[in-house]
């Protein structure tokens, strides 16, 4: 099973697209998959207010792992990171449209009841692990 089906497959067990995300890449990163639930929980639904997307924040996650600052004094990582996160929010945004989860999912989950009306509709299990596929597919070829 690749990268993708498995945090489809991790998504319907309930975790959240930034852990998904994070989780499909830990391995290779070597990070223990217990930090990199925690590390990514709050991140889900747009930090829990519709906004950035939590496949976004999750893949820069990612990207921070991969290229991130190892001392204080590299300034290096810095522009590298940069690029590759431009990068990956551009290829993000043109596949999907954005990189905010209230206008990919249509619903402002900080309204009053508009997630439940999300969930009714069926709208997560469409939108999300779409975004979470497109994120996974995206980082694999950037990385």
């Known amino acids: 099973m690749g990268k993708s089906e498995e945090a489809i497959v991790n998504f319907e067990k309930g975790l959240n697209c930034s852990q998904c995300v994070l989780l499909a890449f830990s391995e290779e990163l070597r990070v223990e998959k217990d930090l990199a639930l925690k590390i990514s929980y709050g991140f889900g639904g747009g930090m829990c207010q519709g906004e950035v997307c939590g496949a976004v924040t999750g893949a820069i996650i990612v990207i921070n792992l991969r290229y991130g600052q190892n001392t204080i004094d590299d ?69």
């Open 75 to 143: 300034k290096e990582s810095k522009e590298e990171i940069y690029k590759k996160i431009r990068e990956f929010s551009e290829k993000f945004r043109n596949i999907n449209g954005s990189i905010i989860c209230r206008d990919l999912l249509g619903y402002d989950l900080k309204e009053e009841g508009e997630r439940n009306r999300a969930r009714e509709n069926g709208v997560f299990t469409v939108v999300c692990p779409k975004a979470v596929k497109d994120a996974i597919e995206i980082l694999e070829n950037i990385l």
